[in-house]
Nanobody, 115 residues
């Protein structure tokens, strides 16, 4: 059974930091790309950071310079380091793992940025 379990969300003040984790089980994690998405209330889900199985990385302009995507294949875990958080970063964050034939979503973790 495939599972992607996110953790690390929470409530922080503007300017704070959080690190999200996405632990995968049931898949050959190193062969999957990772995409972090977020969905704010009333908004569509949007991709914000991606990392291919070869290590190629892309960021949405809204998080570039503040967020860092990484992975540890030995731990079957993907990460999203989020620094200098802003109220507009408030959303549910999801990890999405995919290869050429399969894709899987995590359950999401809430991030709230407010005073």
């Amino acid at each position: 059974q495939v599972q992607l379990v996110e953790s690390g969300g929470g409530s922080v003040q503007p300017g704070g930091s959080l690190r999200l984790s996405c632990v995968a089980s049931g898949i050959a994690f190193s062969q999957f790309g990772i995409i972090w998405y977020r969905q704010a209330p009333g908004q569509q889900r949007e991709s914000i950071a991606s990392m291919t199985s070869f290590g190629s990385i892309r960021y949405d302009d809204s998080v570039k310079g503040r967020f860092t995507i990484s992975r540890d294949n030995a731990k079957n875990t993907g990460y999203l380091q989020m620094n200098d958080l802003k109220p507009e970063d408030t959303a549910v964050y999801y990890c999405y793992c995919l290869n050429t034939v399969r894709s899987y979503w995590g359950q999401g973790t809430q991030v709230t940025v407010s005073n």
